[in-house]
Structure formats: structure tokens, C-alpha cells
């Protein structure tokens, strides 16, 4: 059956369809219920649960839940571990120096905070959402945008049950239409549907362009004598040298468990850098490794994050609906903060939506909530920590820090000698070619404190179906040969942190494979391909990770 002979897609219709149900998606629907309890309002989501592909620090700043769910001290929640000691270093090779938490900006205290696993907490945020009458559909993706008179008019699951060949299996079943009178797109990081939107609309016209990160993450339990509930500890330097943005983070809470992660700002050079081994490198550091010595590695996994801030933020509205959360960019790179903000717009995009749904209005631009946004708090946070990663970008970590810092200081007070930096190149553009860099020797792995990435992409318990069409699109091959390839060394076998990517040396020709059940849908490929030559589509509903608890 060709796609022309595919049964017609059943439709249904809602006041607002929310794509994803990260904490800016469900804080949307959220809000909508609790100012107009009548509103329908559907959450698709790609997951095989709300929380299944969350993957985040996390130190949450509580400003957000506050708002929206205020009951939430007095529940039993996953927000139980209060930060309690907040630390920050710059490594060298052996060393380590503490910057004294007096000369940090106050807005990087992380006094008041709590440590959690972002993940339960968007379960905690679907359980709320479900009681007010959401409908939320997890292990459904949406894979298209539905269009009406050049206005968004929903969207369509993707179909089940498609072979490899493009062909209906048995046990086919057609995607669904979704169709509302507004669409909010909380699909995070480089959505997938997101970054069309963006396209099609020029939402992106008279910005800067958007800069990204690769976290990766290892979940441990650790043994109890190096446990010490409430402390955060952040690096920069050492794996990474001075022109390499990035750093760890390294946050203890609930039973003995240790969340270790490590971010690369994607605007590196090397295309032999490998953002996993720079991060297994990372934990043999003498500060950090004797916390693991005796612990159990319990879960792994990798996402992109949004660095651009203020600059990067896309127009955020078009006919029929509006980008909110990771999807927008509203990530706090110098605090690696976002979920606050998440849902801090997805509250601000709801109260728009619901105005215009009251006064009648649907399929127009909320031009309101676009209005509104640089003047709330979201706007407050970026505002301040906007010369933060250009500074980084263009003198390199010790510099850029130390008067990345001062410029943050100045602002606390409502100034900034510098004005606004731009960020310059997106960050395909950033690689050089291979003969002008030194390839990178990594130490092979221990098995006890450092791991390979098979055994890695193991503990994210990350499964597809296996007879699907590969979602993992190389536009052209011939260009990924002599491109990708034959100039760049082949830098997808490396920065993909699932080992997705492989060039295999055969006597005719290199052989280009992917090893796409083993995608964590981190998003790095479609933003770091040099050639912008990968396009990351939703697979099949419910693949991807199964994060317990990231
Ligand atoms: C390593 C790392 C550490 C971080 N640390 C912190 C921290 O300590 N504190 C903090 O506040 N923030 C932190 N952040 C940032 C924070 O995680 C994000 O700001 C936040 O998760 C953004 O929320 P969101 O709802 O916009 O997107 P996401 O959390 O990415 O959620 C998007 C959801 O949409 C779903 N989805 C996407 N596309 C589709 C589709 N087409 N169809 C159906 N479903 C779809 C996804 O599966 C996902 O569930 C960190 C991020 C990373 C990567
Ligand atoms: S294939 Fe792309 S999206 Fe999937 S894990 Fe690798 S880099 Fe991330």
C-alpha cells in the first residue's frame, strides 16, 4: 500500500492540543484547566509514560511550582531533598580551586533550592493535569503539523505498525488528527515539529541564532560514607580545555542517590572530541572520584539544552499557536535552569490562550503572550546572564567566566558595561576540518567507575521497534561521504552519546551505519552536523528511553 492508498486519518477536536509532556506542556494544561475548567485540552507525548524520555539535573528552583501547583509543600511530592551545600570549583588535571560562594552572583546561590529527579516530578505534574481532566496520550508522537488557511490547526500522531521498507505490517494502525483551536509545542530542545515551525514561519528572522549543549548523565547509588544529602557541586576546566565550553554538575538526594552529569557546549571546534568520553574522563577527576567507590551505576542517558538566552529566543507565536519551555530556548545556561522557566511559560502561553479562548478568538496569533514574556520573570532571569555564553564562547572559560561573572554582578545591579553580545555561528558551523586538529587518545574504559556506551545506552532501558523506518534521515548521502566523512573525520561516531553513528572502513568504500534503536533522543545530530545533513523525526510512538527516574 503506497501512502496515497492509506486510510483516511481519524479525527478529533479539542480547544488545545499540547505537544509534550515535559514540565512546560503539562504546567500549560495545567493552568488552562484551573482558569477555565470547561477548555478541552489533550497532551500528546512521545514516551512510553510522562517522565519516560525527562532527562535533566536537577536543582530546581521552586518560583514555578509555587505558582502553579502552591499545595505541592504541603504533599507528598518528589521535591524532598532541600539544597543544603552549594559548591563550585575549577578543576585542572589534579587540582581543584573553590570559588568562595561570596564572589558567585547571588542569582547562581542555589539557596532554596531542591534537588530532584525532573522526570518524577513531570510524573507528579501528569497525575495533577489527569485530576483536572486533561487527557494525556503517552507513546503517541506527533509528527506532523496540521495546517488550515496558513494557520496551525493541530496536529497528526504518526502511524503504527510501518515496516522498515515503508510498508503496512500487520497490526497497522493509522495516526491520529488532533485538531485544536490553538497548539502549544513543548516538545523541548530542537523539537522536532518545533524546528519546522521555526523554519516556516521565520520565527527565527532578527535573532541570534540558537545555541545548544550535550548533557550526559549517570544516575548512582552510592555507598553511605559518600553520601551527604543536599550537596551541589559544580566544575568547570579540567576534562575540557580553555577554548571547550562545558562543566559537570554533581548533585546528592533521596536514598543515597548521586546524579553526575557532564555538559560540552556545542560550539566546539575538534571533531575528535567525544562529549561521552570527556564526561567518563571527568568523573576519574581526585575531587570527584571517590565519591563512586563502592556505588552501583543505575541509569544513563544524554538531551541537548538551549544556551542562546535572551538573543536566541524566537518570535514564540504564529496563526494557531505558540512555542513554549526548552522548544523557545528559555534555558538559564550560567544556573543550568530551565524547568523553572518551563513552566513559567507554559503558565504565561496558558493565560493567553485562555483569554483568547473566552473572547471567542481561535487559529490567531496570541501576539499577547509574545508581548509579554521579556517583561515577566523568564525575561527578568535571561536578561542578566545574557553575556554569560558569548563571553565563554569568545575568550574561553577562564576569562569568559571570571568577567561573565562581573557582567552578571553588574546586572544584579541593573547595568552591564558590555550591552548585548551576539553569539555569532550556529553550531554546525563550528567544526574544523580534521587536518587542522589533533586527534583526541581517550583512555579505554574500567567497567567500574568508566563505562563504554553500549553498556551505557543499556542502562537508559532504551527500546524500539526494531521493523521501522529509520528515523534518523541522511538527506544525502554522497555528501556525508565526502563531507562528513572524508573532511571531518566522521564526528557523529562521536558525538552521539548512543554510538548510533558508525563508519565502517570496508575495501571499496567507507560504509555509513545507523544503529538507530539505540537512539536516546538527545537531538545532537540534527544540531551538529556539520552539514545540517540529519534530520531527527519522531520513531514510531512510545521508542526511545525509559528513564525511571532522570
Ligand atoms: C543534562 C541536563 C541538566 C539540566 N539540569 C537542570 C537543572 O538542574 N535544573 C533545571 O531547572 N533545569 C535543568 N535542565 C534543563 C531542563 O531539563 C529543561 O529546561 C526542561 O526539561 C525543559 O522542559 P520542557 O518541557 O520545555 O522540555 P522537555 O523537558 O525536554 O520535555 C519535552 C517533552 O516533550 C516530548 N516530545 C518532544 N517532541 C515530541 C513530539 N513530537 N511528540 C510527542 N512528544 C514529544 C518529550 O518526549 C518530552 O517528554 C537540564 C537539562 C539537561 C539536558
Ligand atoms: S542518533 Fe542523534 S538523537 Fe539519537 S542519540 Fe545519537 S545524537 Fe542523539
Known amino acids: 500500500m503506497s501512502a496515497a492508498e492509506l486510510p483516511a486519518r481519524e479525527a478529533m477536536e479539542f480547544d488545545v492540543v499540547i505537544v509534550g509532556a515535559g514540565p ?5 494544561a495545567i493552568k488552562l484547566k484551573q482558569l477555565s475548567p470547561q477548555t478541552s485540552v ?8 510522562a517522565g519516560a524520555h ?39 588535571p589534579s587540582g581543584a580551586v573553590r570559588l568562595p560562594n561570596l564572589l558567585l552572583p547571588p542569582l547562581m546561590s542555589n539557596h532554596g533550592n531542591f534537588i530532584v529527579s525532573l522526570g518524577d516530578v513531570c510524573r507528579y505534574l501528569a497525575q495533577k493535569a489527569e485530576s483536572l481532566g ?10 506532523e503539523t496540521l495546517f488550515e488557511n496558513g494557520a496551525v490547526a493541530g496536529i497528526a500522531t504518526g502511524d503504527m505498525g510501518i515496516a522498515k521498507d515503508g510498508h503496512p505490517k500487520a497490526g497497522f494502525t493509522r495516526g491520529m488528527e488532533l485538531r485544536a483551536k490553538y497548539t502549544l509545542f513543548a516538545e523541548g530542545a530542537r523539537g522536532s515539529l518545533s524546528k519546522g515551525l521555526i523554519e516556516r514561519f521565520g520565527l527565527q528572522q532578527n535573532r541570534q541564532p540558537q545555541k545548544f549543549g550535550i548533557g550526559l548523565k549517570e544516575l548512582w547509588q552510592v555507598a553511605p560514607e559518600n553520601f551527604s544529602s543536599g550537596l551541589v557541586q559544580h566544575t568547570m576546566g579540567w576534562p575540557l580545555d580553555n577554548r571547550t565550553g562545558g562543566g559537570s554538575f554533581l548533585y546528592h538526594f533521596g536514598d543515597r542517590l548521586v546524579a553526575v552529569g557532564f555538559v560540552v557546549h556545542l560550539n566546539y571546534a575538534n571533531p575528535y572530541l567525544s562529549p561521552f568520553e570527556e564526561f567518563q574522563r571527568f568523573k576519574t577527576h581526585p575531587l570527584v572520584r571517590q565519591t563512586f567507590s563502592g556505588g552501583k551505576r543505575i541509569c544513563y542517558g544524554a538531551r541537548a539544552l538551549t544556551e542562546g538566552g535572551w538573543q536566541s529566543v524566537p518570535k514564540l507565536v504564529f496563526p494557531g499557536g505558540a512555542l513554549i519551555g526548552c522548544a523557545a530556548g528559555f534555558m538559564n545556561v550560567p544556573r543550568i ?10 503558565m504565561l502561553a496558558a493565560e493567553h490562550v485562555a483569554a483568547a479562548l473566552a473572547a471567542g478568538r481561535a487559529h490567531d496569533e496570541l501576539v499577547d503572550y509574545e508581548a509579554a514574556w521579556r517583561g515577566s520573570p523568564i525575561g527578568h532571569d535571561l536578561w542578566r546572564v ?6 565563554w564562547s569568545k575568550l574561553g572559560t577562564l576569562a569568559g567566566v571570571a568577567l561573565g561573572g562581573l557582567d552578571m554582578w553588574t546586572n544584579t545591579f541593573g547595568f552591564s558595561l558590555i550591552g548585548t553580545l551576539k553569539h555569532g555561528k550556529p553550531d554546525s558551523a563550528t567544526l574544523k576540518p580534521a587536518a587542522q586538529c589533533r586527534p583526541i587518545a581517550y583512555p579505554k574504559p574500567d567497567g567500574k567507575l568508566t563505562f563504554d556506551r553500549l553498556s551505557s545506552v ?18 544525502d548521502g554522497a555528501l556525508q561521504k565526502s563531507s562528513e566523512h572524508d573532511v571531518y573525520a566522521g564526528p557523529s561516531a562521536r558525538y552521539c552519546p548512543a554510538g548510533v553513528y558508525e563508519w565502517i572502513e570496508e575495501a571499496s568504500a567507507p560504509r555509513y551505519v545507523i544503529n538507530a534503536q539505540n537512539c536516546v533522543h538527545c537531538k545532537t545530530c540534527d544540531i551538529k552536523d556539520p552539514n545540517q545533513n540529519i534530520n531527527w523525526v519522531p520513531p514510531e510512538g512510545g521508542g526511545g528511553p ?3 527516574n532522570m
Request: proline share 7%; aromatic share 8%.
Open 546 to 548: 525509559n528513564y525511571p
Open 134 to 143: 486533561v487527557e494525556i496520550y503517552p507513546g503517541f508522537a506527533a509528527v
Open 24 to 28: 512546560a506542556g503539562l504546567a500549560a
Open 337 to 346: 535552569k530551565g524547568s523553572h522557566n518551563a513552566v513559567l511559560s507554559g
Open 42 to 49: 489533550v497532551v500528546v507525548e512521545k514516551g512510553s509514560e
Open 386 to 391: 545574557r553575556n554569560a555564553k558569548p563571553l
Open 458 to 475: 543499556y542502562l537508559s532501558n532504551t527500546n524500539h521497534e526494531e521493523d521501522q523506518p529509520v528515523h534518523l534521515i541522511v538527506r
Open 54 to 92: 525527562i532527562l535533566s539535573g536537577a536543582v530546581i528552583d521552586p518560583i514555578a511550582l509555587d505558582k502553579l501547583v502552591p499545595e505541592w509543600r504541603g504533599e507528598e511530592t518528589p521535591v524532598r531533598t532541600a539544597v543544603s551545600d552549594d559548591r563550585f570549583y575549577v578543576l585542572g
